[in-house]
């Protein structure tokens, strides 16, 4: 089995700040991590992924993220948060070698205040 | 290049109907997805086709199925609608197997 887990609904920031949006996950072998954004009313964005190699993954808008295997967790950051960076963001996984099922957390809203 | 593109935007039907949606692949991908948007419940697998075969289901009753066609569109079909069948449904597709997951903009599903 997998699992995906956002610990915190909503994330407030101010504009010009950096941001962290946590994620962690449990999965039995090595996992591919994906985030994906979903703007109001529309479908998943995707921003970046994990498969292998750099802990450190830059993605699209200048987001990126940091995989940490010791502590199962891929949090989503970004150095300066823009108002437009206001949206839901989904942390996924999926096994490697087991299909190409994705299991998503919760998802997070964040919140960019001027 | 276009998207993921899926038909219709909104739809509205009442319990125990059927309802078919539709997805477009982006052009050369061959793997397609489903998976259900309702409120409360987050982002939840329903099907996974590739290259016309079913490949996987998630935890959803028989009345949920779908096919994949030869130009790799699919649909997905809701039989004897209930009323927490209502969500957005989301498509999604990806080159091979093993690739990234490119989500189309979903239908909204309103049963009432």
């Known amino acids: 089995a997998q699992s995906v887990a956002q610990p915190e609904d909503q994330v407030n920031v101010a504009e010009g700040n950096p941001l962290t949006v946590k994620c962690t996950y449990s999965?039995?072998?090595?996992?591919?991590l994906f985030w994906y954004v979903q703007y109001p009313n529309r479908g998943l964005q995707f921003l970046l992924k994990?498969?292998?190699?750099?802990?450190l993954v830059k993605g699209s808008y200048g987001f990126e993220a940091e995989f940490n295997k010791s502590q199962t967790s891929f949090h989503l950051k970004k150095p300066s948060a823009l108002v437009s960076d206001s949206a839901l963001y989904f942390c996924a996984v999926r096994r490697h070698n087991a299909g190409n099922m994705l299991t998503f957390g919760g998802g997070t809203r964040l919140m960019v205040k001027p | 290049e276009a998207g993921v593109t899926q038909s219709p935007t909104h739809l509205i039907k009442t319990r125990g109907q059927q309802v078919t949606l539709r997805c477009s692949p982006i052009?050369?991908?061959?793997?397609v997805y489903w998976y259900q948007q309702a409120l409360g419940l987050g982002l939840q697998f329903l099907l996974w086709y590739d290259e016309g075969e079913e490949r996987n289901r998630g935890n959803f009753p028989p009345r949920f199925s779908g096919r994949q066609f030869p130009n790799y569109s699919s649909e997905l079909n809701v039989n004897a609608l209930e009323l927490e069948d209502s969500a957005l449904y989301l498509c999604?597709?990806?080159?091979?197997?093993?690739?990234?997951?490119?989500f189309g903009p979903g239908t909204r599903l309103t049963v009432l």
């Open positions: 994990y498969i292998t190699g750099d802990n």
């Open positions: 999965v039995s072998g090595n996992p591919y």
């Open positions: 999604a597709s990806s080159l091979q197997m093993t690739d990234t997951q490119y």
């Open positions: 052009s050369g991908h061959t793997s």
